[in-house]
């Protein structure tokens, strides 16, 4: 029991320790794990940010969006962040009916993403599209079009459980936009491809990866990673006729966030250049505004989507409760 | 020195339990038929020397022998050994006649002839009737007499015990010397007791062998070796006084 | 009168104290969440109990629990009594040693390696192949009973083991010069010592079972292989349905309790532990179908548990292991994580012995014979249902709680800490608590009758007897923390990383090779902390059988 006493007063005492030693400029942004991991955006963000400020930028980071959103329900309102970074708009809407977020008030004519951008209070930093990547190793002829892919019989996929995973949801999200009330059905054929669904994105692309399942669902700029840090050509992102589904990436500023000036500069900043160079090859999205220089050529061989499908948050809030019980039912049988 | 041919002997029979422990080291011989009892301090290796000779330790040289067979190196179920230990000589779930029966035949199958063996040895015991309880309800002098009747029906030539009776009450302790007199009167086993009550000895062991820091130190008849003026030096500070010398 | 009533009460005081810290710790969870949604919880309730698909995983996961916690025991028993009847057997303390792995290891590094090797492309799918049969998949029901056993057969044997081992050594010798064979050796002498041992651990396999979450979801193939656990997860993260997480967890700990419950009436109690045994080898004939089919088990039981590690093993050879090693991040991370490991450890010992001694001193008050009382079933069970309740419930509701009187973040490894203590306590337990028992069979009356108590006592006799004991129970429950990923992902940021952390970390970044690499540091790190623990159990002077 002694020991119990000793950590709880020395965490006491830190916290009072650090509250004492706040720096006077400070930016807390919120943010999912592989932002801040070394090789991913954050140090570079927080170097190319703190030159233009006298300023510390924390990165404070959990699991991922969806554990974003729950830090901060958890917290209670009351939370350290200025800026909260990660989050994607199958969640903009619940976290603006939370009442956590104050609008940006800034313009954003800089972000240039298909479909257009116009929300008061989140502003997107990169985008992706969900696709279908295969192993071209050991598929031959890659489906060109969802109906080929849920009609054809050429390997199996590994996908991701829409209840504890956004792409899950991402590629329920999908089906759902292109079948609309057909769904169901689409769903049976899906089924029959399946070989697994993973919790997470992490276990079905490491499965892929391990040779044991040919394709996976991930994102259009999978393969660029593939390219650029392995120098292989080996797994390809299949180009879906009736488009694929978007995931568009946002931050926003919390309520506390708004009395600190530097939250606005830093949301303009990320609409920058300076900002997006480094998301494209840390990241592995597409940047949502203009970079000062094109983008690795690599990234030009990625899929192109002729048309990106998109709900809107309203609509994904309305809804997903009941469109996972959908999809859950056919997918249990 | 007695005419009986040394039935069991061990020659230089050397032992360690641990690399860093002491080697001990043992060279005697029992006479065949006779009891023979392994008296000395606690720690003098007189359960080892059981042990060895039973086969639940390994030698790590030397040799066991009985009669003109070397059994230095025979697993446990071939060597001709009964053992009875202190405590624990009985399966507690088991009745009693089974734990008896399994003298006879291990996989507790009996045949009708069998069956009267196991009955008798329980009488000749004076537990007739005992057969349907549990060790449990048996008191340790009852449990002990259960191991005996297991031992005669055995008819093993050697039996050692591993201070069988030290647990039990003074009283208690001479009645089970006398049962195991009895039974070796009959079946005239080479019977090797451990124990550290000199007394036993002298109550129905025809020999002793004592026992120091892991070897022997002296052998011969009890009557002389364990007798407070004729025993040798070692033995004497062993003994200690006389009782009703003491000053 | 009075110093010396306060003196008997200590042991009693110690084991509350412990039941109590971890009453708390679970119920910490569940009061704050509680308080925030409240109200409707009634309604909430019924309408959880009359959704089918919480039916189902309730059935689902009880049906998976059941039948993994079955096939361990059936397949550990062969494999313990080959063990025991073979004490010569080349390789046994290695094969020991790799059977207190499997536990530490992080779910989703077991479950890819088993993939890699029963997968459908994995090695004996393409050995069949080769040879032209049909490998069948194991997505569904089989993988998951595949993985289970692999997590909890060799926990069994160790278990069963240390049973056999608290035999009298005089059965064990017995036995043998009565020339019983291998049957009635086994019925007679090893079954009813391994017997209460496996029920003691049936009871720890099938919560562990319960909560099984990545097993289920990655080997299940899809949401018909459903469990509780991820019901509670979903409610708790992706909806953040406070009022329908507790519910759901509290469902889960009253059917799992219940369930333990009858296990425990069938004949388990926390009495046999999984020391190894220290029976002395003797010369034994053995027939040769005895040597073969032992010999045959055995390998089957290995190869079974060994393969998923040379999986691991291959995989992190080819990652960059130098370069992993030097970064700043590995190297944080394996400190922070011995660091939070021991402290876990050195918790849940003190944890464990502190219910032990309540068991302890029960035990003495009825003479160490005849059934337990009712506080001594408790004690056991009140350790083992930490399990039961979702660290990612008693994470949240204790972020709850700390927000308001500290900083969340310096209280991240304290509650790392304390949670990975609790869920190492039952299986720490269950190596202290035979031990002690014996130990206070053996020198209660002496120690009383010398008033040896408190600090004295346990310096003088509670530490040389039980230090086996506790170096075991030390070692395994900071191999079991080691692999630990539940609460850093609730309470998780730059500054608090752990080794699985950091693995989950770079699966999520593409980075699949350095997570293998990291697998394998991890495999390291545990199987050398074992080693330790084995060589410092051991007794400096050989525990010797028989008096001199």
Same mark, same amino acid.
């Given at each position: 029991?002694?020991?119990?006493?000793?950590?709880?007063?020395?965490?006491?005492?830190l916290?009072?320790?650090?509250h004492?030693?706040?720096?006077?400029?400070?930016?807390?942004?919120?943010?999912?794990?592989?932002?801040?991991?070394?090789?991913?955006?954050?140090?570079?963000?927080?170097?190319?940010?703190?030159?233009?400020?006298?300023?510390?930028?924390?990165?404070?980071?959990?699991?991922?969006?969806?554990?974003?959103?729950?830090?901060?329900?958890?917290?209670?309102?009351?939370?350290?962040?200025?800026?909260?970074?990660?989050?994607?708009?199958?969640?903009?809407?619940?976290?603006?009916?939370?009442?956590?977020?104050?609008?940006?008030?800034?313009?954003?004519?800089?972000?240039?993403?298909?479909?257009?951008?116009?929300?008061?209070?989140?502003?997107?930093?990169?985008?992706?599209?969900f696709?279908?990547?295969?192993?071209?190793?050991?598929?031959?002829?890659?489906?060109?079009?969802?109906?080929?892919?849920?009609?054809?019989?050429?390997?199996?996929?590994?996908?991701?459980?829409?209840?504890?995973?956004?792409?899950?949801?991402?590629?329920m999200?999908?089906?759902?936009?292109?079948y609309?009330?057909?769904?169901?059905?689409?769903?049976?054929?899906?089924?029959?491809?399946?070989?697994?669904?993973?919790?997470?994105w992490?276990?079905?692309?490491?499965?892929?990866?391990?040779?044991?399942?040919?394709?996976?669902?991930?994102?259009?700029?999978?393969?660029?990673y593939?390219?650029?840090?392995?120098?292989?050509?080996?797994?390809?992102?299949?180009?879906?006729?009736?488009?694929?589904?978007?995931?568009?990436?946002?931050?926003?500023?919390?309520?506390?966030?708004?009395?600190?000036?530097?939250?606005a500069?830093?949301?303009?900043?990320?609409?920058?250049?300076?900002?997006?160079?480094?998301?494209p090859?840390?990241?592995?999205?597409?940047?949502?505004?203009?970079?000062?220089?094109?983008?690795?050529?690599?990234?030009?061989?990625?899929?192109?989507?002729?048309?990106?499908?998109?709900?809107?948050?309203?609509?994904?809030?309305?809804?997903?409760?009941?469109?996972?019980?959908?999809?859950?039912?056919?997918?249990?049988? | 020195?007695?005419?009986?041919t040394?039935?069991?002997?061990?020659?230089?029979?050397?032992?360690?339990?641990?690399?860093?422990?002491?080697?001990?080291?043992?060279?005697?011989?029992?006479?065949?038929?006779?009891?023979?009892?392994?008296?000395?301090?606690?720690?003098?290796?007189?359960?080892?020397?059981?042990?060895?000779?039973?086969?639940?330790?390994?030698?790590?040289?030397?040799m066991?022998?009985?009669?003109?067979?070397?059994?230095?190196?025979?697993?446990?179920?071939?060597?001709?050994?009964?053992?009875?230990?202190?405590e624990?000589?009985?399966?507690?779930?088991?009745?009693?006649?089974?734990?008896?029966?399994?003298?006879?035949?291990?996989?507790?199958?009996?045949?009708?002839?069998?069956?009267?063996?196991?009955?008798?040895?329980?009488?000749?015991?004076?537990?007739?009737?005992?057969?349907?309880?549990?060790?449990g309800?048996?008191?340790?002098?009852?449990?002990?007499?259960?191991?005996?009747?297991?031992?005669?029906?055995?008819?093993?030539?050697?039996?050692?015990?591993?201070?069988?009776?030290?647990?039990?009450?003074?009283?208690?302790?001479?009645?089970?010397?006398?049962?195991?007199?009895?039974?070796?009167?009959e079946?005239?086993?080479?019977?090797?007791?451990?124990?550290?009550?000199?007394?036993?000895?002298?109550?129905?062991?025809?020999?002793?062998?004592?026992?120091?820091?892991?070897?022997?130190?002296?052998?011969?008849?009890?009557?002389?070796?364990?007798?407070?003026?004729?025993?040798?030096?070692?033995?004497?500070?062993?003994?200690?006084?006389?009782?009703?010398?003491?000053? | 009168?009075?110093?010396?009533?306060?003196?008997r009460?200590?042991?009693?005081?110690?084991?509350?104290?412990?039941?109590?810290?971890?009453l708390?710790?679970?119920?910490?969870?569940?009061?704050?969440l509680?308080?925030?949604?409240?109200?409707?919880?009634?309604?909430?309730?019924?309408?959880?109990?009359?959704?089918?698909?919480?039916?189902?995983?309730?059935?689902?996961?009880?049906?998976?629990?059941?039948?993994?916690t079955?096939?361990s025991?059936?397949?550990?028993?062969?494999?313990?009594?080959?063990?025991?009847?073979f004490?010569?057997?080349?390789?046994?303390?290695?094969?020991?040693?790799?059977?207190?792995?499997?536990?530490?290891?992080?779910?989703?590094?077991?479950?890819?390696?088993?993939?890699?090797?029963?997968?459908?492309?994995?090695?004996?799918?393409?050995?069949s192949?080769?040879?032209?049969?049909?490998?069948?998949s194991?997505?569904?029901?089989?993988?998951?009973?595949?993985?289970h056993?692999?997590f909890?057969?060799p926990?069994?044997?160790?278990?069963?083991?240390?049973?056999?081992?608290?035999?009298?050594?005089?059965?064990?010798?017995?036995?043998?010069?009565?020339?019983?064979?291998?049957?009635?050796?086994?019925?007679?002498?090893?079954?009813?010592?391994?017997?209460?041992?496996?029920?003691?651990?049936?009871?720890?396999?099938?919560?562990?079972?319960?909560?099984?979450?990545?097993?289920?979801?990655?080997?299940g193939?899809?949401?018909?292989?459903?469990?509780?656990?991820?019901?509670?997860?979903?409610?708790?993260?992706?909806?953040?349905?406070?009022?329908?997480?507790?519910l #759901?967890? $509290?469902?889960?700990? %009253?059917?799992? !309790?219940?369930?333990? &419950? +009858? @296990?425990?009436?069938?004949?388990?109690? =926390?009495?046999?532990?999984?020391?190894?045994?220290?029976?002395?080898p003797?010369?034994?004939?053995?027939?040769?179908?005895g040597?073969?089919?032992?010999?045959l088990?055995?390998?089957?039981?290995?190869?079974?548990?060994?393969?998923?590690?040379?999986?691991?093993?291959?995989?992190?050879?080819?990652?960059?292991l130098?370069? #992993?090693? $030097?970064?700043?991040? %590995?190297?944080? !991370?394996v400190?922070? &994580? +011995? @660091?939070l490991?021991?402290?876990?450890? =050195?918790?849940?010992?003190?944890?464990?012995?502190?219910?032990?001694?309540?068991?302890?001193?029960?035990?003495?008050?009825?003479?160490?014979?005849?059934?337990?009382?009712?506080?001594?079933?408790?004690?056991?069970?009140?350790?083992?249902?930490?399990?039961?309740?979702?660290?990612?419930?008693?994470?949240?509701?204790?972020?709850?709680?700390?927000?308001?009187?500290?900083?969340?973040?310096?209280?991240?490894?304290?509650m790392?800490?304390?949670?990975?203590?609790?869920?190492?306590?039952?299986f720490a337990?269950?190596?202290?608590?035979?031990?002690?028992?014996?130990?206070?069979?053996?020198?209660?009356?002496?120690?009383?009758?010398?008033?040896?108590?408190?600090?004295?006592?346990?310096?003088?006799?509670?530490?040389?007897?039980?230090?086996?004991?506790?170096?075991?129970?030390?070692?395994?429950?900071?191999?079991?923390?080691?692999?630990?990923?539940?609460?850093?992902?609730?309470?998780?940021s730059?500054?608090?990383?752990?080794?699985?952390?950091?693995?989950?970390?770079?699966?999520?970044?593409?980075?699949?090779?350095?997570?293998?690499?990291?697998?394998?540091?991890?495999?390291?790190?545990?199987?050398?902390?074992?080693?330790?623990?084995?060589?410092?159990s051991?007794?400096?002077?050989?525990?010797?059988?028989?008096?001199?």
């Open positions: 029991m002694h020991r119990q006493t000793l950590f709880a007063l020395s965490a006491i005492a916290a009072g320790f650090s004492v030693a706040q720096a006077q400029d400070k930016l807390t942004v919120y943010t999912y794990e592989s932002f801040t991991a070394e090789w991913g955006p954050g140090p570079k963000v927080k170097e190319a940010f703190e030159a233009t400020c006298e300023c510390e930028v924390d990165f404070v980071s959990v699991a991922d969006g969806v554990a974003l959103l729950n830090r901060l329900r958890l917290e209670g309102g009351r939370t350290d962040a200025d800026i909260v970074l990660g989050l994607d708009t199958n969640l903009t809407a619940e976290a603006k009916a939370s009442g956590f977020f104050a609008p940006h008030g800034l313009s954003t004519d800089a972000i240039d993403i298909p479909g257009g951008w116009s929300d008061d209070t989140f502003i997107p930093f990169d985008y992706g599209y696709a279908v990547i295969y192993d071209t190793e050991a598929i031959e002829n890659p489906p060109t079009s969802m109906h080929d892919f849920l009609k054809g019989r050429e390997g199996m996929i590994a996908i991701q459980d829409p209840r504890t995973s956004t792409p899950g949801l991402g590629l999200l999908w089906i759902r936009k292109i609309g009330d057909l769904a169901p059905e689409a769903y049976e054929e899906l089924q029959k491809r399946v070989l697994t669904v993973t919790p997470g992490s276990e079905s692309y490491a499965l892929f990866t391990s040779g044991e399942v040919p394709m996976v669902l991930s994102y259009t700029t999978s393969p660029a593939h390219m650029i840090a392995d120098d292989t050509d080996r797994y390809q992102a299949a180009a879906f006729s009736e488009g694929h589904y978007m995931q568009v990436e946002v931050a926003g500023m919390t309520t506390k966030g708004a009395d600190n000036p530097l939250a500069k830093f949301l303009d900043f990320m609409m920058s250049p300076a900002f997006q160079d480094i998301i090859e840390t990241n592995w999205m597409l940047p949502a505004a203009a970079t000062s220089e094109p983008l690795d050529p690599v990234f030009g061989k990625m899929v192109q989507p002729e048309k990106s499908l998109l709900f809107t948050p309203e609509e994904v809030a309305e809804n997903r409760e009941a469109w996972v019980k959908e999809w859950l039912g056919v997918m249990s049988r | 020195m007695t005419e009986e040394p039935a069991l002997v061990c020659e230089d029979l050397r032992f360690r339990y641990a690399r860093n422990s002491a080697e001990m080291r043992f060279d005697c011989a029992f006479a065949e038929g006779e009891i023979t009892a392994l008296v000395g301090p606690s720690g003098s290796g007189k359960s080892t020397l059981i042990n060895l000779i039973a086969g639940f330790e390994i030698a790590a040289s030397g066991i022998r009985f009669g003109e067979s070397d059994i230095t190196g025979a697993p446990v179920s071939e060597r001709p050994v009964s053992m009875v230990f202190q624990n000589n009985l399966f507690s779930h088991m009745r009693v006649f089974d734990n008896v029966a399994l003298g006879v035949a291990p996989t507790l199958r009996l045949t009708g002839e069998e069956r009267d063996q196991v009955e008798t040895a329980l009488a000749s015991v004076g537990l007739a009737g005992y057969g349907a309880r549990l060790p309800e048996l008191s340790g002098g009852e449990r002990q007499r259960v191991a005996l009747a297991r031992v005669i029906v055995r008819r093993r030539p050697i039996l050692l015990l591993d201070e069988a009776f030290a647990s039990l009450g003074p009283a208690l302790r001479h009645e089970m010397l006398d049962l195991l007199s009895s039974i070796h009167d079946r005239r086993m080479t019977t090797v007791m451990v124990t550290h009550f000199p007394e036993d000895a002298r109550r129905i062991a025809a020999r002793t062998v004592f026992l120091a820091d892991g070897a022997v130190v002296a052998e011969g008849p009890t009557a002389t070796l364990l007798d407070h003026d004729m025993a040798p030096e070692a033995v004497r500070s062993y003994l200690g006084e006389k009782a009703g010398t003491a000053g | 009168m009075a110093s010396m009533m306060r003196k009460a200590g042991p009693d005081i110690a084991a509350s104290l412990a039941a109590l810290f971890l708390l710790l679970a119920a910490g969870a569940f009061l704050p509680l308080f925030t949604a409240l109200p409707g919880a009634g309604g909430r309730l019924t309408d959880a109990l009359g959704d089918p698909v919480i039916w189902r995983s309730l059935r689902f996961t009880l049906v998976q629990a059941a039948l993994s079955g096939i025991l059936v397949l550990a028993v062969p494999v313990a009594a080959a063990l025991h009847e004490r010569g057997f080349p390789g046994r303390d290695l094969i020991l040693r790799l059977f207190a792995l499997p536990l530490a290891l992080p779910q989703i590094v077991a479950v890819l390696a088993i993939v890699g090797l029963y997968g459908e492309r994995g090695v004996w799918s393409r050995l192949d080769s040879i032209g049969l049909d490998f069948p194991i997505y569904g029901l089989t993988g998951i009973l595949i993985a056993v692999f909890n057969m926990l069994a044997v160790r278990i069963a083991l240390g049973g056999m081992a608290s035999m009298p050594s005089e059965y064990d010798r017995l036995a043998h010069q009565l020339g019983m064979g291998f049957a009635a050796r086994f019925r007679h002498v090893l079954w009813p010592f391994m017997r209460p041992a496996l029920m003691s651990s049936a009871s720890l396999i099938f919560m562990l079972c319960v909560t099984s979450f990545a097993v289920v979801l990655i080997l193939g899809g949401p018909r292989a459903t469990t509780l656990e991820v019901a509670i997860y979903q409610a708790l993260t992706f909806d953040f349905d406070v009022v329908r997480a507790i #759901l967890a $509290l469902i889960q700990v %009253v059917v799992t !309790a219940f369930a333990y &419950s +009858l @296990l425990t009436r069938a004949g388990g109690s =926390v009495s046999s532990g999984f020391t190894v045994g220290v029976l002395r003797f010369a034994v004939r053995h027939t040769a179908t040597y073969l089919a032992a010999a088990v055995v390998s089957f039981g290995v190869l079974f548990v060994l393969t998923p590690f040379v999986v691991i093993v291959w995989r992190g050879l080819s990652a960059d130098a370069g #992993l090693v $030097l970064q700043a991040s %590995v190297r944080r !991370a400190t922070t &994580s +011995l @660091l490991g021991t402290l876990s450890a =050195v918790l849940a010992v003190v944890i464990g012995l502190a219910f032990a001694a309540g068991v302890t001193r029960r035990a003495a008050a009825r003479r160490f014979s005849g059934p337990q009382s009712g506080a001594e079933r408790l004690f056991g069970q009140m350790s083992s249902l930490i399990l039961v309740v979702p660290p990612v419930v008693i994470a949240a509701g204790w972020f709850m709680v700390i927000r308001r009187f500290a900083d969340v973040y310096a209280a991240a490894p304290v790392v800490v304390t949670i990975n203590a609790a869920m190492a306590v039952p337990i269950r190596l202290l608590q035979p031990a002690a028992l014996s130990a206070a069979e053996r020198y209660d009356r002496l120690c009383r009758q010398l008033g040896l108590t408190g600090v004295a006592r346990l310096r003088l006799v509670t530490w040389p007897l039980l230090r086996r004991a506790i170096f075991l129970a030390f070692a395994f429950s900071l191999a079991l923390s080691l692999g630990d990923l539940g609460v850093i992902t609730i309470f998780g730059q500054d608090v990383q752990t080794l699985p952390y950091l693995i989950m970390q770079r699966m999520g970044s593409y980075r699949t090779q350095d997570a293998a690499g990291l697998a394998l540091i991890l495999c390291v790190m545990t199987m050398v902390l074992m080693m330790i623990a084995d060589r410092g051991e007794p400096n002077r050989v525990e010797r059988t028989s008096r001199s």
